[in-house]
């Protein structure tokens, strides 16, 4: 099946994704990446473009939108509500509206995040369209959005166990299926959700559990499959298509282009990285995370890094820093770093295939890429 072209050809360019009352010209998701990777320039271009570009609602009061802030201390946004700062979401959504007009346009939130439902609420005021949440099993999501069933929800598992907690807590409490489900594999950038000997395991990877996935979205009724995880081209794209996906979520191509709101450091570490550079890293949420292992994480394993003193309150699982102590680095501030271009305490994600970017390109001539192939 995989090699007839001309029907491949139809799978990707002719299949329109359908999220909620959202209709997304091309099953493309670009995937939310925090700190300020992906904000305004890079969800909008994508949108505009035809695909479904995602902000982060990670640390929006970091860098460019420090002025929004209202208490800064040792140059961080100081707790939960500067560092999720409403004020800097509601621009960073006006911005890339202006950007991608009526396309659809949506936000990632994690659920480990401290103030989880008051960012959930705060993006809903922002006038988002689609809510995508993970790092954790968002069974309370649809709370914070008051069930409007005009913002398309769409939780992120690894497992159909997991789908299968949250449709029958959704069902149970609020009579709502999700309106597409992301399935994210090992391969990914930043958070697993697998633990890290679970990562290399055939069983685990993306390819072998999007029909289990597949199955259990049949089980509650009928709602797309988006599949991510190390999916770089057309031929990648393809390939999930024929085992069942309606659609891919991608992250680490959407950092090679002149859009992505990512510093040129982070730009520029992730092009000279090299396939052995990439690795699974502790991280103070308690997942294992990828991305490229650098000075800062060389001293952190040793517990030679930057003394921790937590300012932002970022997570739930870290416990205002004991996590950060343990991983020896606090994420907060070292992707606050990442973002103003600090090579040296910056922590930079990316997923297993990062290695493969070598050149900068506009988000246009990307999904040009992907949609028609090299
Ligand atoms: C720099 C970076 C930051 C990320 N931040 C988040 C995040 O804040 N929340 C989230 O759910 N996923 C995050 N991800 C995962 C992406 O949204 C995406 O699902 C994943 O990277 C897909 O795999 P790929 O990078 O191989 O395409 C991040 C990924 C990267 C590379």
Same mark, same amino acid.
């Given at each position: 099946?995989?090699?007839?072209?001309?029907?491949?050809?139809?799978?990707?360019?002719?299949?329109?994704?359908?999220?909620?009352?959202?209709?997304?010209?091309?099953?493309?998701?670009?995937?939310?990446?925090?700190?300020?990777?992906?904000?305004?320039?890079?969800?909008?271009?994508?949108?505009?473009?035809?695909?479904?570009?995602?902000?982060?609602?990670?640390?929006?009061?970091?860098?460019?939108?420090?002025?929004?802030?209202?208490?800064?201390?040792?140059?961080?946004?100081?707790?939960?509500?500067?560092? #999720?700062?409403? &004020?800097? =979401?509601?621009?960073? @959504? %006006?911005?890339?509206?202006?950007?991608? !007009?009526?396309? *659809? /346009?949506?936000?990632?939130?994690?659920?480990?995040?401290?103030?989880?439902?008051?960012?959930?609420?705060?993006?809903?005021?922002?006038?988002?369209?689609?809510?995508?949440?993970?790092?954790?099993?968002?069974?309370?999501?649809?709370?914070?959005?008051?069930?409007?069933?005009?913002?398309?929800?769409?939780?992120?598992?690894?497992?159909?166990?997991?789908?299968?907690?949250?449709?029958?807590?959704?069902?149970?409490?609020?009579?709502?299926?999700?309106?597409?489900?992301?399935?994210?594999?090992?391969?990914?950038?930043?958070?697993?959700?697998?633990?890290?000997?679970?990562?290399?395991?055939?069983? #685990?990877?993306? &390819?072998? =559990?999007?029909?289990? @996935? %597949?199955?259990?979205?049949?089980?509650? !009724?009928?709602? *797309? /499959?988006?599949?991510?995880?190390?999916?770089?081209?057309?031929?990648?794209?393809?390939?999930?298509?024929?085992?069942?996906?309606?659609?891919?979520?991608?992250?680490?191509?959407?950092?090679?282009?002149?859009?992505?709101?990512?510093?040129?450091?982070?730009?520029?570490?992730?092009?000279?990285?090299?396939?052995?550079?990439?690795?699974?890293?502790?991280?103070?949420?308690?997942?294992?995370?990828?991305?490229?292992?650098?000075?800062?994480?060389?001293?952190?394993?040793?517990?030679?890094?930057?003394?921790?003193?937590?300012?932002?309150?970022?997570?739930?699982?870290?416990?205002?820093?004991?996590?950060?102590?343990?991983?020896?680095?606090?994420?907060?501030?070292?992707?606050?770093?990442?973002?103003? !271009?600090?090579?040296?305490?910056?922590?930079?994600?990316?997923?297993?295939?990062?290695?493969?970017?070598?050149?900068?390109?506009?988000?246009?001539?990307?999904?040009?890429?992907?949609?028609?192939?090299?």
């Amino acid at each position: 099946m995989l090699n007839d072209a001309k029907n491949i050809q139809k799978i990707i360019s002719m299949k329109r994704l359908k999220i909620g009352q959202y209709t997304i010209n091309f099953p493309i998701i670009q995937g939310g990446m925090g700190i300020g990777v992906s904000w305004d320039r890079l969800a909008g271009a994508v949108s505009f473009a035809g695909g479904l570009g995602i902000i982060s609602a990670i640390g929006t009061g970091y860098y460019q939108n420090m002025h929004f802030v209202e208490k800064v201390v040792d140059s961080r946004p100081y707790d939960v509500q500067n560092l #999720y700062s409403f &004020e800097a =979401l509601k621009a960073i @959504v %006006k911005n890339a509206r202006k950007i991608c !007009g009526q396309n *659809p /346009l949506g936000v990632n939130i994690m659920c480990a995040i401290n103030d989880y439902g008051r960012v959930v609420a705060d993006a809903c005021k922002s006038g988002i369209d689609i809510i995508i949440s993970g790092a954790g099993l968002p069974t309370n999501l649809p709370e914070f959005t008051d069930n409007d069933p005009r913002i398309a929800l769409v939780p992120i598992v690894s497992s159909a166990k997991a789908l299968k907690i949250i449709c029958k807590r959704w069902m149970q409490r609020y009579n709502r299926i999700p309106d597409a489900v992301v399935l994210e594999g090992p391969l990914s950038g930043g958070h697993q959700g697998f633990k890290y000997e679970q990562c290399a395991m055939e069983e #685990y990877q993306l &390819e072998n =559990l999007i029909r289990p @996935v %597949k199955d259990e979205i049949r089980e509650w !009724g009928d709602f *797309p /499959l988006i599949a991510a995880g190390g999916i770089w081209d057309k031929n990648d794209i393809d390939k999930v298509m024929a085992l069942g996906a309606d659609g891919v979520q991608m992250g680490t191509r959407f950092i090679g282009t002149y859009e992505c709101d990512a510093s040129e450091v982070f730009k520029q570490v992730l092009i000279r990285a090299e396939k052995e550079d990439i690795q699974l890293l502790k991280s103070p949420v308690g997942y294992p995370a990828r991305g490229v292992r650098t000075n800062l994480i060389n001293l952190a394993d040793k517990k030679e890094g930057a003394a921790i003193k937590c300012i932002s309150n970022c997570v739930s699982p870290c416990q205002r820093g004991k996590g950060a102590k343990e991983a020896g680095y606090c994420i907060a501030n070292c992707l606050g770093d990442a973002l103003a !271009g600090k090579e040296d305490s910056g922590l930079f994600f990316t997923g297993a295939n990062g290695y493969r970017l070598k050149e900068i390109i506009s988000v246009k001539e990307l999904m040009n890429k992907l949609i028609n192939g090299e």
